[in-house]
């Protein structure tokens, strides 16, 4: 398996390639742009980051373009109660911890046996096709 550093060098143009996708502009940008600053935004937020560089770009195109790369499994799609999708390049197991108080959400990396651990407790005869853990909460009072 790739480490993250290998994958994260890797051109978006032979990811997408690799997937079996066209690597047109707007999906490179996009592509590109949620694996520099793996911060979860939102379609808006990545509208807003690649219009500067597509500037005829449109809010439709984006979520047209989150959701192939969604569909062909290069990121994944990440729902809050009543949230906005946010969108999520790093596909190796993990867990998400949601701040509320600030509306950042960090990757939190799982031991590998409790993935295993979960999957061994579901009714006997079923498979996940995934698994998703979110947690919620914010962040410490700093002790004085």
């Given at each position: 398996m790739p480490t993250l550093a290998a994958t994260?060098?890797?051109a978006p143009t032979s990811r997408l390639a690799d997937s079996g996708l066209r690597?047109?502009?707007q999906r490179e940008v996009i592509y590109?742009?949620?694996?520099?600053k793996r911060d979860h935004p939102t379609a808006d937020e990545v509208y807003a980051r690649v219009k500067s560089?597509?500037?005829?770009?449109?809010?439709?195109?984006?979520?047209?373009?989150?959701?192939t790369l969604v569909q062909h499994h290069l990121?994944?799609?990440?729902?809050?109660e009543r949230g906005p999708t946010r969108y999520?390049?790093?596909?190796?197991?993990?867990?998400?911890?949601?701040?509320?108080?600030?509306?950042?959400?960090?990757d939190i990396d799982l031991p590998a046996n409790l993935i295993e651990h979960v999957?061994?407790?579901l009714p006997q005869g079923y498979n996940p096709s995934s698994v998703e853990i979110i947690f919620r909460g914010s962040a410490k009072p700093e002790p004085r």
């Open positions: 994260n060098s890797e690597a047109t502009p590109d742009v949620l694996l520099k560089e597509l500037p005829t770009i449109s809010l439709a195109t984006v979520y047209n373009c989150l959701e990121v994944r799609a990440v729902n809050f999520c390049p790093n596909l190796h197991p993990h867990a998400h911890f949601h701040d509320e108080q600030t509306g950042k959400t960090h999957n061994s407790i």
